[in-house]
Nanobody, 124 residues
């Protein structure tokens, strides 16, 4: 059974940082990728980062590029999203998701498994 469990969310002031974790289980990393998504109230879910689990390749949405960094642990269980220089508009529920296939995509319909989501709030 595939499981994805996010942690590390919370509240932070503008300009601050948070690091989200996503513990994965139930699938082999080879040939899979992880996407980080977010969804604010009344908004559509948007992809912010991609991480290839086999080779560590990454890609980012334009509005987070240079501020967010996706990474993985060598133990092949945990992936991370380091978020720096946070802005109020980054406030959202953040999800990690897994897809079969090595190609980079931030389109949610290509993902097979989802975590439960975690709240990130950026406010002064």
């Amino acid at each position: 059974q595939v499981r994805l469990v996010e942690s590390g969310g919370g509240s932070v002031q503008p300009g601050g940082s948070l690091k989200l974790s996503c513990v994965t289980s139930g699938f082999t990393w080879d040939g899979h990728g992880i996407g980080w998504f977010r969804q604010a109230s009344e908004e559509r879910r948007e992809g912010v980062a991609w991480l290839g689990l086999s080779d560590g390749s990454t890609s980012y949405a334009l509005d987070v590029k240079g501020r967010f960094t996706a990474s993985r642990d060598n133990d092949k269980t945990t992936v991370y999203l380091q978020m720096n220089s946070l802005k109020p508009e980054d406030t959202s529920i953040y999800y990690c998701a897994a897809r079969r296939g090595a190609g980079s995509t931030l389109a949610s319909e290509w993902y097979d498994y989802w975590g439960q989501g975690i709240q990130v709030t950026v406010s002064s």
